[in-house]
């Protein structure tokens, strides 16, 4: 690593501390959330805090979160794999008539002295009784504060609380997820890298911080059908630009700024385009990160003719 690389090295590291903090002072902020939530005593609830300042992040626009876990409920896939010995309300999963990744919550048996508070958070559908998220967000809400998604909220959004229920297993539609293999992703039809382990010598040679500047990922490749290239590229796999084998090859440099350019088109943000068009087209003039062969400079030149052409 030259010099020059390492000082500017240091200064971005300096940077992000004075912005950020140091790692000791993030650590500490962390330290800080867990000992509150251990310190913290509400009957029958466990807190658990996060979001980006109980993460240790103290940034304008930081928001402080907490889940209030309700100790006196537990949550079951089925009946079968419910405990005999559970001392707590049970709750059963209902999956029937719900959108992928949703369920809805029934009581499985209400004891008559908390009927009446369990009335309060639930409603009645096919004999049945069912948790409703909407009474559950609105129970005791305190003054001043308002509803926001599943969260109580403080009125400049730098506060969130959710109430949540547990469940202590990994339920059967999350067991193809647990045991799935941690080396298959990305499916290598998506990415095709010439040197896998790059990035991982990069790290132990010259830290976090330099490794993302000194991976340099040359060449992006799209095979047939096209499924993750933006149809504004399309023009692109016609022309025969870069398509040996149904392959569509583009110069990463240039799909970043073209991805940029995109993005600030659609959403209708005009200065920023053109200062995306104006990076697209220095990026090319100057062949950064270019690969120097005629067909990447064909299809370099073609992005920056659709670019030109959506202004």
Known sequence: MSQTDRQLSLKTYQYLCNIIGTEEVVKTRR??????????????????????????????GSDYDQMFVLKYFQVYENTSKMSSLSNKKLIIM????????????????IPHIYLRHIN???????????????????????????????????????YDMARCFRCNEWITSAHQWVLRSRS?????????????????????????LLRCKHLVIRILMFTKPYYLLPVELIPLIPLN????????????????????????????????KLDALRNLELTIRKKYFIVPNEK??????ICLQIAKSMM
Not at 120 to 147: A, V
Not at 195 to 203: A, G, H, I, N
């Open 241 to 272: 630009v870069n398509v040996t084998n149904n392959r569509c090859v583009i110069p990463s440099v240039v799909y970043l700024n073209m991805l940029s350019f995109l993005c600030l088109y659609h959403l209708g943000d005009d200065r920023g």
């Open 31 to 60: 330290t800080i959330f867990c000992v509150l939530d251990s310190v913290l005593r509400i009957s029958n609830v466990t807190v658990i805090s996060s979001g980006s300042k109980a993460e240790g992040l103290d940034l304008k």
């Open 296 to 301: 990447n400079f064909q299809s370099s030149n």
């Open 184 to 208: 298959s992703w990305p499916d290598h039809r998506l990415v095709i890298l010439s040197e896998q382990t790059y990035f991982q010598k990069v790290s132990e040679a010259v830290g976090f």
């Open 94 to 109: 209902d999956t029937s008539d719900t959108k992928p990744g949703f369920t809805k919550l029934k009581m499985y048996y």
């Open 120 to 158: 309060q958070i639930t409603t009645l559908g096919n004999g049945e009784t069912y948790f409703s998220s909407k009474l559950i967000r609105e129970h005791n809400l305190p003054n001043g504060m308002i509803i926001q998604g599943p969260c109580q909220s403080t009125q400049d959004e730098n």
